[in-house]
């Protein structure tokens, strides 16, 4: 699957698959992106982003990679 890498908040994520909807029983149309590392003493970890943790949304609108 495709990765973005955020360097200023030090995180990265991917697109979501399959496996990973039926896995954490997620609805078939569930965008979002899927946070696969987190740096330790990084802003998102300071803000509490979590690897295994769904982004739907930033600033109250969809992803800019999860647009269709």
């Known amino acids: ?4 890498r955020d360097e200023d908040f030090e995180f990265t994520v991917r697109d979501t698959t399959f ?3 039926v896995r954490e029983e997620w ?3 569930q965008p979002g992106a ?3 590392e987190v740096k330790e003493g990084g802003w ?3 803000g509490r982003l979590s ?3 769904l982004i739907t ?3 109250d609108g969809p ?3 999860c647009r269709h």
């Open 1 to 4: 699957m495709k990765k973005y």
């Open 19 to 21: 496996f990973d909807k």
């Open 27 to 29: 609805s078939e149309g």
């Open 34 to 36: 899927l946070v696969t």
């Open 44 to 46: 998102a970890a300071i």
């Open 51 to 53: 690897t295994g943790d």
């Open 57 to 59: 949304a930033v600033d």
């Open 63 to 65: 992803l800019p990679m």
